[in-house]
Structures are given as structure tokens and as C-alpha cells.
């Protein structure tokens, strides 16, 4: 069954350290994966897409199909990154359905 | 260019009524897609319509149906209400099946 993981629920950073949001997934096939993020009182928006392969605010993902993981990084965290943060996985054969992962709530401390 | 909007932004029912949930697609969009999200939790495919026909539908019972308007608009309707339908309802548009999806604000439904 196609399902996506984020492990942590929250992660805490301090501004300037690094950042990585885990994301795994189960698919059988060649899956693209999103990462959506939604800032406190904002709707839930496209950060970045793995096709793309381009960087947005300063953050990147790799898709690793040998360990079927989409990690979210950022090599110095700001305070404006503090978000919760959804993986998604489109089903392409099913009108484009996101299956998310339960998301991360990202804090940056100053 | 207009964005998705969604109404009511929070409403608050009963054990058993009925509730109509509306969302208008981003213009030139022509699908539309429900997600459930309850607390903690990443939102949950319900139903995506378009061009008014419903194309994929979720693990949701047949008391959530839906609707989709020659406007590409679109309501939810879920019929009698449990207190485990208590989430934020999100509405997304695309210009097609498969295309990005643009997100609403959701609405916010609390059962009593």
C-alpha cells in the first residue's frame, strides 16, 4: 500500500543550525514526492516538488529510491522556517490524490 | 487570479444533522479535491470531481458525497454527523487531474 512517514512530529533547531525533515515512503513504481509547508494562520502550499530538482527558500530534497526516503534540508535553519511541514506522495493513476505523512512541526529558536 | 476559497471557515453541529461544506477553485481550475484532516494528523483524500463528475474517492463512507458545479465550484456533504467528522475540512483546486494542487483555508467542523 502506498503510505508516507514522517517520524518526528516536532523538531527543534536553533537559527543557524542545520535542519533535516524525515520522509519515507512505500510505492511500487517511480514515485515523485512534494513537500507542502503551512505557516502559522497561511494555508498549506507547495514548497518544493523532486522533479524540479531546484531549490526553494533555501531548501532542497533528494529522493533516495534505495532507501525510499525524501529527507527536507536546509544547511542554516531561520526563524521564519518555524512551520508544520507535510511530505506528499501524488497517485498519478488516481487523478493526482496526495497521500501526506502525518507532518513535522518545524521551530526554529532564535 | 483568484485563489481557493472555501465556506463557512468554522461551523458547529450536532450528532446526527447533515452539513454542506462550499469551496470555489482557483480560476481556470476545473478539479477539485476534499481532504479531512483531523487533529495532529496530514489531511485525507476524500473525493476529487472533475468536470462535474466525481474521479477517485477515498477510504470515506457514502454519507460524505459531493458535488461539482459547471463553475467548477464545488460543496461537500457529509450526513449524519459523528463526532469523529470533527476536523479541518480542505479543499483543493488543480487545472487538471494530476496538475498541482492549490489549497483552500479549510473549513473548521466541530460535532457536539
Known amino acids: 500500500a502506498q503510505r508516507v512517514t514522517q517520524p518526528e512530529k516536532l523538531l527543534s533547531v536553533f537559527k543557524g543550525a542545520p535542519v533535516e525533515l524525515k520522509c519515507n515512503y512505500s510505492y511500487s513504481g517511480s514515485p515523485e514526492l512534494f513537500w507542502y509547508v503551512q505557516y502559522s494562520r497561511q494555508r498549506l502550499q507547495l514548497l518544493l516538488r523532486?522533479?524540479s530538482r531546484e531549490s526553494i527558500k533555501g531548501f532542497t530534497a533528494d529522493l533516495n529510491k534505495g532507501e525510499t526516503s525524501f529527507h527536507l534540508k536546509k544547511p542554516f535553519a531561520q526563524e521564519e522556517d518555524s512551520a508544520m511541514y507535510y511530505c506528499a506522495l501524488p497517485l498519478y493513476n488516481q487523478g493526482g490524490k496526495l497521500i501526506f505523512g502525518q507532518g513535522t512541526e518545524l521551530s526554529v529558536k532564535p | 487570479e483568484t485563489g481557493v476559497t472555501q465556506s463557512p471557515t468554522h461551523l458547529i453541529k450536532t450528532r446526527g444533522q447533515q452539513v454542506t461544506l462550499r469551496c470555489s477553485s482557483q480560476s481556470g481550475h476545473n478539479t477539485v479535491s476534499w481532504y479531512q484532516q483531523a487533529l495532529g494528523q496530514g489531511p485525507q483524500f476524500i473525493f476529487q470531481?472533475?468536470?462535474?463528475?466525481?474521479?477517485g474517492r477515498g477510504n470515506f463512507p457514502p454519507r460524505f458525497s459531493g458535488l461539482q458545479f459547471p463553475n467548477y465550484s464545488s460543496e461537500l456533504n457529509v450526513n449524519a454527523l459523528e463526532l469523529d467528522d470533527s476536523a479541518l475540512y480542505l479543499c483543493?483546486?488543480?487545472?487538471?487531474?494530476?496538475?498541482?494542487?492549490?489549497f483552500g483555508d479549510g473549513t473548521r467542523l466541530s460535532i457536539l
Open positions: 483543493a483546486s488543480s487545472s487538471g487531474p494530476g496538475q498541482p494542487q492549490h
Open positions: 523532486h522533479i
Open positions: 470531481y472533475y468536470r462535474e463528475e466525481e474521479n
